[in-house]
């Protein structure tokens, strides 16, 4: 990483440190790193001088980025290499996080809850066991709608909702007590 800035370097080393946090390998993380700050796709023998790390061990990593769609496969006229390039819209790239997230691991969990809450319970234990799972199932059904509308807004209007924080409990309380004098329920 000698070549690089020392603002570069210390990115890309956070996100290296970060990665392995997140779920994924610190060089998958430092790769990801540098080919977002890059002004111009870089290909592997680029991104493998830069951080100092084998053009395997870069291979690698960029198959798994483009299998989290988070970096995409460029050809630049004239030159056979494969270059690669990351969206720079932070939403666009939370969005994409999002949706990897939720069909990694989200889905499979409301799956195998679908199918364990379909068993007959033949004790008391399972009874139990069914009701919990019922409401962790419930519970992440109602997360996964929610996702599905935040992922429907325009990023102006989730912007919006995100700096309204914690007003939009005051909102939803103060829209139930509206309700509650329309409906001729006056509450003090």
Do not use: C
Request: avoid cysteine; hydrophobic fraction near 40%.
């Amino acid at each position: 990483m000698s070549t690089l800035s020392p603002l570069v370097r210390s990115f890309v080393s956070h996100f290296g440190e970060m990665g392995s946090r997140w779920g994924i390998n610190r060089t998958v993380g430092q790769i990801y790193a540098l080919i977002f700050v890059s002004t111009n796709p870089l290909n592997a023998d680029d991104i493998s001088d830069a951080l100092e790390i084998s053009r395997s061990n870069v291979s690698m990593g960029l198959k798994e980025l483009q299998a989290w769609r988070l970096v995409h496969l460029r050809h630049v006229p004239g030159d056979r290499r494969e270059y690669f390039d990351a969206p720079s819209d932070a939403w666009d790239i939370f969005r994409t996080l999002a949706e990897e997230r939720r069909r990694r691991e989200i889905e499979p969990t409301l799956s195998m809850l679908r199918d364990a809450l379909l068993e007959e319970a033949k004790s008391d234990e399972d009874r139990v066991a069914q009701q919990r799972m019922k409401s962790m199932h419930d519970l992440i059904e109602l997360m996964t709608t929610w996702f599905d509308d935040v992922q429907r807004m325009d990023q102006k209007t989730l912007a919006q909702l995100m700096k309204m924080g914690s007003k939009v409990q005051r909102l939803l309380q103060f829209t139930g007590k509206v309700k509650a004098v329309a409906g001729g329920k006056v509450s003090a």
